[in-house]
């Protein structure tokens, strides 16, 4: 069985054949420069520095047979799945469902909602549009894995604090061992994401671990 020996706060075990890779988010509106994250006032380029190591991850897993699941935080075109609590904050002037840079913002088939092509998902891999900031909430993400029979989710995408933490709280909660790659996310607040990766391997890994994708290809490829 793989171990990641490196990864922290201590060695990772894991089986390829019953893990998953999940790349939460990578969507036009939060790393393309014009989008709705650049709008906001983000500096966009710290999202796109890690979207080479993004895409070899994929390939990776691609290449290994673990399956790739990728996510879209996104909702109807009616926003029957926007509640106020959601919708009313941010910046007043560009909310989730108006007009926005590259189409109505954060909305289910405009063109900022969907995956930037360099980490495009191909033909067989699961795409979950989901409308909250975890992938497990009001999507079929819990019955996909039990079918595949899944225990180990390895986790990718932006933002660390918001959709990935989450989603990988949410992912212990349900009995998965969760391993961040940190090279392969991101926050606009690099603040935020030290203290992300501090917050998930503390106290004896409560969340799940960390390690960089260098460390997870030399536990897959030996
Ligand atoms: C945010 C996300 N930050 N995908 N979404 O609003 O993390």
């Not at 079929?140 to 933490?165: K, M, N, P």
Request: charged share 20%; aromatic share 6%.
């Amino acid at each position: 069985m793989p171990q990641i020996a490196t990864a922290l706060p201590f060695g990772f075990d894991f089986d390829a054949t019953t893990s998953a890779l999940i790349v939460i988010d990578m969507q036009r509106d939060f790393i393309e420069p014009g989008g709705f994250g650049e709008t906001l006032g983000n500096d966009v380029s710290l999202l796109q520095a890690i979207v080479p190591t993004t895409a070899a991850l994929i390939a990776l897993c691609r290449d290994t047979g673990i399956p790739v699941i990728h996510t879209r935080e996104c909702h109807k075109p009616d926003l029957s799945d926007l509640p106020a609590a959601k919708r009313d904050r941010g910046a007043p002037e560009a909310r989730i469902g108006d007009p926005g840079p590259m189409g109505r913002i954060l909305v289910a088939g405009e063109r900022g909602a969907d995956i930037i092509q360099e980490v495009y998902p191909i033909t067989g891999e699961l795409v979950i549009d989901k409308p909250g900031k975890g992938a497990f909430y009001a999507t079929i993400l819990s019955d996909h894995l039990a079918r595949l029979g899944t225990r180990t989710l390895i986790f990718a995408g932006v933002t660390t604090e918001v959709c990935v933490q989450t989603t990988m709280r949410e992912a212990n909660d349900r009995g998965f061992e969760c391993v961040l790659i940190e090279d392969a996310t991101e926050s606009y607040f690099p603040a935020f994401k030290a203290a992300t990766l501090d917050m998930i391997r503390a106290q004896g890994a409560i969340v799940g671990w960390t390690a960089t994708f260098a460390e997870l290809k030399h536990a897959l490829n030996g």
